[in-house]
């Protein structure tokens, strides 16, 4: 069965430094991970996706994430935090199974950017 | 613009009243889903269409009602069986195919008078 498990609930940094979010996942065979992001009040907005292809995965707004099968981790990082950059943030495999594209959560991490 | 349009934004249930959630989407997306997000929590599946005049429960769809008789809508109802409604309720659709992200829209929020 599928899992992906975000390492923590709650990360603070100052605006201008490095931002890493960890994700671990678990899937009995090659999945399709993502990542998202959810500001306050608001959907979900896709940040990248990694399908088997490169995989260091570039997204929108300068993040970026490295898929490492021998790991089984797929961490979000950005080289520089803005304060935009606030919000909850949400690792995603497929869960391939049962005929439809099934996708499973992580539990979310929250990013905090201070000044 | 295409997207995914929730409405309305906030809503409110009295005790033992049935309550319908809007959502459309122009993306010409075949498959349509619904999520509850609480708190501190990830988000979970309650229902999910594939195609037109079908559509199959999630991990928590005691409570819960859908229809699909058009592409671009699939309204959720939450009924008076559902005792805990309070929550954040999200629409998204996608592409048939698996291994394709999701189209979120930006939710109803659903409260207890």
């Known amino acids: 069965a599928q899992s992906v498990t975000q390492l923590d609930s709650h990360v603070s940094v100052s605006e201008g430094t490095p931002v890493l979010l960890r994700c671990n996942y678990s899937?009995?065979?090659?999945?399709?991970l993502f990542w998202y992001v959810q500001h306050p009040n608001k959907g979900l907005q896709l940040l990248l996706k990694?399908?088997?292809?490169?995989?260091l995965v570039k997204g929108i707004n300068g993040f970026e994430a490295e898929f490492k099968k021998s790991e089984t981790s797929f961490h979000l990082t950005k080289p520089s935090a803005h304060m935009s950059d606030a919000a909850e943030y949400f690792c995603?495999?497929?869960?391939?199974?049962?005929?439809?594209?099934?996708?499973?959560f992580g539990a979310g991490t929250r990013l905090a950017v201070h000044p | 613009d295409g997207g995914i349009t929730q409405s309305p934004k906030y809503l409110f249930r009295k005790e033992g009243q049935n309550v319908t959630l809007s959502c459309e989407q122009n993306?010409?997306?075949?498959?349509m889903y619904w999520y509850r997000q609480d708190p501190g929590q990830g988000l979970r599946l309650i229902y999910y269409?594939?195609?037109?005049?079908?559509?199959q429960k999630g991990d928590i769809a005691e409570g819960y009602s859908v229809s699909r008789e058009k592409k671009e809508s699939f309204p959720l109802t939450v009924t008076s069986a559902q005792k805990n409604p309070t929550a954040f309720y999200l629409c998204?659709?996608?592409?048939?195919?698996?291994?394709?992200?999701?189209?979120f829209g930006d939710g109803t929020r659903l409260s207890i008078l």
């Open positions: 998204a659709s996608s592409r048939e195919n698996s291994n394709q992200p999701q189209h």
């Open positions: 899937s009995s065979y090659s999945p399709s």
């Open positions: 990694y399908t088997s292809a490169a995989t």
């Open positions: 995603v495999v497929t869960g391939g199974s049962g005929g439809y594209n099934k996708l499973i």
């Open positions: 993306l010409n997306h075949d498959a």
């Open positions: 269409s594939q195609i037109v005049n079908d559509f």
